[in-house]
């Protein structure tokens, strides 16, 4: 080779090399901005999620102290009435019942808003409370397994205790099942959550996770959200397990 091909070889060379630094560097900056990009997408979920909580809590307070009052205030009233005839007595007991109702609902209603337990006695306190009160108002078995002994971030606890309550809805608005189980296990690294359940499993007819309710989107978003994963493992017939892994 003479020192003109060599100089031919040199030159081809270095703009070979030139060329796959500029595409490296570009490959680098889009995969920089993915995920600069993924970090301001899941900032945003994040003070969306905390908004919509802070939007519970005040809608969960301001039913509890503005109409709890209010129907406890009518209810007494009503008992100082004095009717005129039999057909008055019945009236205002079938009132008063009612006013019961209403009041044991909204109770219901502000515990699944705000569950105080989960603020004052942490995650496993709030499931058993929740685990209770679904029990008494659907014919469901629900068992709850748990080693988990030391405290979690109360950001971890809210979301956790918001996908079992999705779960648990789901199951029973979806699943025609018998038994749900709820494994909360922890290791020094991580956390993992099993819900599963004997029903009837996710159609394959539902739609694409995009395009399906709000509740399998948010078991995702949730997930990701506290840096782990989530998974749906389910099959006609043989019922569903969802399962998410948190860093601790
Ligand atoms: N445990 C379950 N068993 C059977 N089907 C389920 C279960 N969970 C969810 N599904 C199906 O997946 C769909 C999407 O669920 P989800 O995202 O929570 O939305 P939504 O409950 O509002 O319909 C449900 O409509 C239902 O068809
Ligand atoms: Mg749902």
Redesign the pocket.
Known sequence: MDSRQAEIYLVVTLAMLFIVAILLYLVFRIIQKQQQFLRLQRQVVKVEMATLEKERARIASDLHDDIGPLLAAIKYRMAVVTPGAEQDQKELNLCAGHLDEAIVRLRQVTHNLLPATLERRGLVEAIQDLVVSTEQLHPLRIELITDLRVPISKESEIHLYRVIQ?GLA??I???AATCFKIRLTADRRELTLQLM?N?????KK?PAESQ??????GFRNRATLLGGHFSLD?EPAKG?VLTFVIPK
Do not use: L, M
Not at 212 to 217: E, K, L, T, Y
């Open positions: 999705e789901n199951c608005q979806h699943a359940d029903g009837i499993g996710i159609s539902v399906r309710g709000r509740g399998i989107a389910s569903t």
